[in-house]
Antibody, heavy 122, light 110 residues
Framework: QVQLVESGGGVVQPGTSLRLSCAAS????????MHWVRQAPGKGLEWVAG????????PIADSVKGRFTISRENSKSALYLQMNSLTTEDTAIYYC???????????????WGQGTLVTVSS | QSALTQPRSVSGSPGQSVTISCTGT?????????VSWYQQHPGTAPKLMIY???KRPSGVPDRFSGSKSGNMASLTVSGLQAEDEADYFC??????????FGGGTKLTVL
């Protein structure tokens, strides 16, 4: 079955870096777009970054632009999020999610992983 | 990149219907048919309920339906059941290949 498993979360200090991973299985990873979506404690969902199947489209949210980088390694069916210069406002559960990525548009998130918690605190 | 606007809460009794609105602009909801809806129960990951405005993934009850008019999309839940109580989020594709979510709506089944 299709499965996404995030890892790499933890407690870090402001100003430091963290790299999240998402391991995909049960589908041909290289055929799909992928996203990172985050949810701060008790808050709503915030789209963070996306990466198309052909890696030509790599949009990123204004709130993390210049600090976060999304990448993928198709040979390992893996998605990554490199997060630099972390602030307390980056504290959230980070989910990876699959996108069908057809017709040149990102369209929806399905399925989602279980999420990994990132806590930025001094 | 502004969040889409959703009511903070809606409620209904079992068997009734409720509608959750999602208001954006011509740069997102109004400009593309890539609106989707997600259900999230406490402590769990979101689940896709509607995609491309009106389409329902297999396994989602036909009590859930989506629509769009202009810059506003809507999710209707008919025949409310206790298990429908959850948070619901809309999402839309927007210009420059980005995506945006609504602030979320808490659905309470009375």
């Amino acid at each position: 079955q299709v499965q996404l498993v995030e890892s790499g979360g933890g407690v870090v200090q402001p100003g430091t870096s963290l790299r999240l991973s998402c391991a995909a299985s049960g589908f041909t990873f290289s055929h799909y777009g992928m996203h990172w979506v985050r949810q701060a404690p008790g808050k709503g969902l915030e789209w963070v970054a996306g990466l198309s199947s052909d890696e030509k489209r790599k949009p990123i949210a204004d709130s993390v632009k210049g600090r976060f980088t999304i990448s993928r390694e198709n040979s390992k069916s893996a998605l990554y999020l490199q997060m630099n210069s972390l602030t307390t406002e980056d504290t959230a559960i980070y989910y990876c999610a699959r996108d069908p990525d057809v017709s040149g548009h990102f369209s929806y998130f399905d399925p989602w992983g279980q999420g990994t918690l990132v806590t930025v605190s001094s | 990149q502004s969040a889409l606007t959703q009511p903070r809460s809606v409620s209904g009794s079992p068997g009734q219907s409720v509608t959750i609105s999602c208001t954006g602009t011509s740069s997102d909801v109004g400009g593309y048919n890539y609106v989707s809806w997600y259900q999230q129960h406490p402590g769990t990951a979101p689940k896709l309920m509607i995609y491309e405005v009106t389409k329902r993934p297999s396994g989602v009850p036909d009590r859930f339906s989506g629509s769009k008019s202009g810059n506003m999309a809507s999710l209707t839940v008919s025949g409310l059941q206790a298990e429908d109580e959850a948070d619901y989020f809309c999402s839309s594709y927007e210009v420059n290949y980005k995506l945006v979510f609504g602030g979320g709506t808490k659905l309470t089944v009375l």
